[in-house]
Structures are given as structure tokens and as C-alpha cells.
DNA sequence: ATGGTGGAAAGTCCA
């Protein structure tokens, strides 16, 4: 089973370029980010026509808004945090089983800049979201995966002397994301590849791509028991070379 | 250089 994580910028703009990625990668599940679209809007039909009938989604006007696109049944499907806690208006959440397998996919807050509401909105959001993985059992079978905006470390940063202590980089963030990886996940990319700075995203401006001005913000988590089943992870960045492309491109996984 | 480009949506907000 590929499983697969990609920031659209846009669902309605990138629906071409999903099913293009979808048919070629052989991707069975992918977690979407940045819909950018009302529920009304999804386009469910499009996507069971070209095979990826078992979908969930939770949008919201203009920003954010997640999705799961399946070729396989969905269980258990939650969206949002559902803890009982205040609603969060910004739809950033979204989960399923699949195949045994419990598929979490998160847009993570952006942050803006250090020391502002945006960035404290992220650090709460992160608390929050620690909580809704202590609810699990790191023994099963679970596989986190998103636009976390954290870049992990310094190689997953085309600059890291230009990006210290800013957003994507900050010490608080990087302690928030290291406190959920240690409650029993492995970094399915970095486990892979000890020492390799590759990038999943670049700045629309100033050349970025062509610059590979990157840094590496959409990960996949797995749980040990899927660990040991990860035969492979793939960063596509052929896909940000594509006539209008998103600024992320999909990270993937095979799971025997 | 607090810029730049792209997207939603119709003047700015967000990344």
C-alpha cells in the first residue's frame, strides 16, 4: 500500500495534477492539505471517477481545509480534533483507517512569524495535537503524515544560517514536534537517509525552486510495527517543475 | 530590501 501526503495550494486548481500524480505514482492513499475549498465543492465525483472513490474531507472557506483520497475503505473517519475541547474554526485535521492502518493527516499551522498570535496559535495547536496522539497506542499501527511546517533539523533547510531562530526553524516548535515523535514514531525520510537535505518545499518568489531554496516541512511518521513494513519513501519533486505547480510536492510511502 | 509570487476572492489575507 503507497500511502501519500501532499500540500495542493488549492484542490480546484491542482485537480488535474492530483489525478496526473495519482495515476502515476500508484498511490492507493493520500492525505491533502490546503483544499481551499467549502464541503459543497469537493471534487468527490472527479476523483471516483479516476479511482479514488473512499474520500473524506472538512473545508473551509478560502484557507486550509484537509482531505483523504482513497482507493480503499475508509473506518473510522474523524475530522477535526474531537476532544471535546472549544471547535477550532481553521480545518486542519482529518483521520481514517484504513487497511488496519490509522492514517492521521494535519496541516500544522504556519506560524508566521516568531512571537506573533500566529505563532502562538501553532504552539497551542501542537499541545493539542500531542494530546489527540496520547489518546493512541504507540504499539498499533499508525501513520502521521502532513504539512507540518517544522523544518526537523538544520540539513532539512537549504540555509540554515539564514532560517535560525525563524519560523519553520524555531527551538519551541522543533521541542513540540520531538515531544509527539517521542511517543513511539519513527521519521520515515530521515530514517532512510541519515544525511540527506532534500527539500518538499519552495518559495513561490525569488527563483526558489530553480535556486533550490527549499526546506523539508511534509513528513511521514510511522509507528515501529509499520516501520519495519516501510520498504521505501519517495519525495516527488519532479511534480514542482510541473506547468503550475504547488509550492509542496507529495511525500509518500510503501507499506508491504 | 519586511520585498518577491500564487491562491482565494474581489480588498486584502495567507503562505
Given at each position: 500500500m503507497r500511502v501519500a501526503t501532499w500540500n495542493v495550494n488549492s484542490l480546484r486548481v491542482r485537480l488535474p495534477q492530483l489525478i496526473r500524480w495519482l495515476n502515476e505514482s500508484q498511490t492507493d492513499v493520500v492525505c491533502l492539505q490546503e483544499?481551499?475549498?467549502?464541503?459543497?465543492?469537493?471534487p468527490a465525483k472527479e476523483l471516483a471517477d479516476a479511482g479514488w472513490p473512499h474520500l473524506a474531507w472538512m473545508g473551509q472557506p478560502t484557507y486550509n481545509g484537509v482531505a483523504i483520497v482513497s482507493r480503499f475503505p475508509l473506518e473510522n473517519v474523524q475530522k477535526?480534533?474531537?476532544?471535546?475541547?472549544e471547535v477550532d474554526a481553521q480545518k486542519r485535521v482529518i483521520a481514517a483507517t484504513v487497511h488496519g492502518v490509522r492514517i492521521i493527516g494535519t496541516y500544522v499551522?504556519?506560524?508566521?512569524?516568531?512571537?506573533s498570535d500566529k505563532f502562538a496559535y501553532k504552539l497551542r495547536w501542537l499541545d493539542r495535537f500531542k494530546r489527540l496522539i496520547d489518546?493512541?497506542?504507540?504499539?498499533t499501527d499508525v501513520l502521521w503524515c502532513g504539512?507540518?511546517?517544522?523544518?526537523?533539523?538544520?540539513?532539512?533547510?537549504?540555509d540554515p544560517f539564514e532560517w535560525?531562530?525563524?519560523?519553520?526553524?524555531?527551538p519551541e516548535e522543533r521541542r513540540r514536534l520531538q515531544s509527539i515523535v517521542d511517543w513511539g514514531f519513527v521519521e520515515s525520510f530521515r530514517e532512510r537517509n541519515p544525511f540527506a537535505s532534500q527539500f518538499s518545499w519552495w518559495d513561490y518568489r525569488a527563483m526558489g525552486f530553480q535556486r533550490n531554496h527549499?526546506?523539508?516541512?511534509d513528513h511521514v511518521y510511522l509507528t515501529d510495527s509499520l516501520n519495519k513494513r516501510c520498504s521505501n519513501v519517495a519525495?516527488?519533486?519532479?511534480?514542482?517543475?510541473?506547468?503550475?505547480?504547488?509550492?509542496h510536492v507529495p511525500v509518500s510511502v510503501d507499506l508491504d
Open positions: 483544499i481551499k475549498m467549502v464541503d459543497k465543492q469537493f477535526g480534533f474531537e476532544d471535546g475541547e499551522p504556519n506560524g508566521h512569524r516568531v512571537g489518546r493512541l497506542d504507540p504499539k504539512d507540518m511546517n517544522i523544518a526537523p533539523d538544520d540539513v532539512d533547510v537549504w535560525e531562530g525563524k519560523v519553520l526553524c524555531h527549499g526546506v523539508r516541512i519525495i516527488w519533486r519532479d511534480v514542482r517543475g510541473w506547468e503550475q505547480p504547488s509550492d
